[in-house]
């Protein structure tokens, strides 16, 4: 004979598994939803970064013939000047250059890797400028493996040469520095302006500075959205200076 404990254990058991059953079933729907959700999101934010890749990769490609046509027209100019030297070193730097180009597509690479293909330009425009180019670089020490968007220092070089020097008869001067407070690492590119040129201002303006410096500032918002990055540009009575900002970040 079943007792009467028996028996309202097996009621309560009746009861109860229903809605034991129930719970779990609204459980697993209301998780499997959850996870459709966190699915969904998870592949928009990888087609967003996706196509922010995309959007950098075009616009640091932007730069390369740029500074690839500026070579030639230095070569072409040392050969017409039977500077057989000099043509020769030109072509062996650029082959470096070259040779760097097509092994490095990341959007970041380190200061020392950045100094390093900058000086590839810079070994080009010292055969062509001679003694009348001064280049002075202030680096501080220790922070040469600190990431920065590649191409950004040979761009802002690049620069001063095409919209300054290359205008400019008589000696110029060119110098690039680069340091680091608690959370950013500051990089400033000067070049001096000529003799004619020597109106004071003390504007932020990049009017006709190029694809150049807005490329850049591009580049910093898909790098750096959530940070203080930032490019400026300032021109003095004696030169011309772009500040460029960005968190430090080691590789």
């Known amino acids: 004979m079943i007792s ?19 719970f779990t079933i609204l459980f697993l729907f209301i998780f499997e939803k959850r996870l ?17 890749k995309s959007k950098y990769d075009i616009l640091s490609q932007k730069i390369q013939p740029h500074f690839f046509f500026n070579t030639l027209n230095v070569i072409l100019s040392l050969a017409r000047l039977d500077r057989k030297a000099d043509l020769i070193r030109s ?5 470096q250059f070259m040779k760097r180009k097509y092994k490095t597509n990341a959007s970041l690479a ?43 220092i040979q761009t802002l070089v690049e620069n001063c040469f095409k919209h300054s020097f290359e205008n400019i008869e ?27 040129e020597l109106t004071h201002k003390a504007i932020s303006s990049d009017k006709n500075r190029g694809i150049g410096l807005g490329n850049i500032r591009s580049r910093l918002d898909l790098l750096y959205p959530n940070s203080n990055a930032e490019l400026k540009l300032i021109n003095y009575s ?14």
């Open 110 to 152: 380190t200061i020392d890797e950045e100094l390093t293909y900058t000086n590839y330009y810079l070994e080009i425009q010292k055969l062509r400028f001679g003694e009348r180019l001064s280049v002075q670089m202030d680096i501080e020490p220790g922070i040469s493996h600190i990431l920065m968007p590649t191409y950004a």
């Open 91 to 95: 072509i062996e730097t650029l082959a």
């Open 36 to 52: 459709e959700v966190l699915e969904t999101q998870a592949n928009k934010f990888a087609l967003e970064r996706e196509l922010q």
């Open 238 to 251: 004696n030169g011309t200076q772009v500040n460029m900002f960005w968190p430090i970040e080691y590789e």
């Open 170 to 196: 008589g000696n110029v001067q060119l110098k690039i520095s680069v340091e680091t407070d608690t959370e950013n690492v500051k990089l400033q590119v000067w070049n001096s302006k000529g003799e004619k």
């Open 4 to 22: 009467i404990e028996t028996l309202s254990l097996y009621i309560m058991i009746c009861v109860l598994a229903p809605l034991i059953g129930a």
